[in-house]
């Protein structure tokens, strides 16, 4: 089955302690991106990657690393986390950047910082 | 620069109405494309239409309809008769064409809450 996981799924933390949320895709996408949902914003890409070892920043892209080793994996890393990176977040793949190529979206992550 | 606009924050209806939720963009590109995403109690992001900015035809799906008008930047979705798991959050979403990164611009979203 076609999909895009992320793991874990709920994740509390407190404020500085380095955590990674992984993201995988199985469709052999090029194009893949994070977005962070906030109430009253929508979603707003964090990091977007073209294809293994290029990668971008979003929109938001303060507080948050990313990497782009394989095509398939494209992890969230939060070096120091902080209560404003409380959020639920997304990761997307689609088989190349640009339209009319959809975007899958994984199932999400909530996180939240102490 | 992009912009999507969802005015209503939240709506509430009683099964079987109908109810419409709109969705105002601004774009300086001619070529983009417009999505609607489910965002049901659970959390995750249904995929529910794509337009592309060339096909203003309206388009219907069961009891959801789209009406695309260039002309005032708008892409409304309409729920017929309107069931109680049609609650949810409703984002609309805008993404232009090009060869570079062309990330989804969402809006804020509509909470639709229907009352058995």
């Known amino acids: 089955e076609a999909q895009v996981t992320q793991n874990p799924r709920y994740l509390i933390t407190v404020t500085g302690k380095k955590l990674t949320v992984t993201c995988s895709q199985n469709?052999?996408?090029?194009?893949m991106s994070w977005y962070r949902q906030d109430p009253g914003l929508g979603l707003r890409q964090i990091y977007y990657?073209?294809?293994?070892?290029?990668?971008d920043k979003g929109d938001v892209p303060e507080g948050y690393k990313v990497s782009r080793k394989e095509k398939r994996n494209f992890p969230l890393i939060l070096e120091s986390p902080s209560p404003n990176q409380t959020s639920l977040y997304f990761c997307?793949?689609?088989?190349?950047?640009?339209?009319?190529?959809?975007?899958?979206f994984g199932p999400g992550t909530r996180l939240t910082v102490t | 620069a992009q912009k999507v606009t969802q005015a209503q924050t939240e709506i509430s209806v009683v099964e079987k109405e109908d109810v419409t939720l709109d969705c105002v963009y601004e774009?300086?590109?001619?070529?983009?494309?417009l999505f609607w995403y489910k965002q049901p109690p659970s959390g995750e992001l249904v995929f529910l239409i794509r337009?592309?900015?060339?096909?203003?035809q309206n388009e219907i799906s069961g009891r959801y309809s789209w009406n695309f008008q260039k002309s005032t930047s708008s892409f409304n979705f309409t729920i017929t008769a309107s069931q109680v798991v049609d609650s949810a959050v409703y984002f609309c979403?805008?993404?232009?064409?090009?060869?570079?990164?062309?990330?989804?611009?969402f809006g804020k979203g509509t909470r639709l809450s229907v009352i058995a």
């Open positions: 469709m052999n996408h090029e194009y």
């Open positions: 979403a805008l993404s232009e064409a090009g060869s570079g990164n062309t990330p989804l611009v």
């Open positions: 997307a793949s689609s088989l190349r950047q640009g339209n009319p190529y959809e975007q899958y």
């Open positions: 337009r592309n900015s060339f096909d203003e």
């Open positions: 774009t300086r590109d001619t070529t983009y494309y």
């Open positions: 990657s073209m294809n293994v070892e290029v990668t």
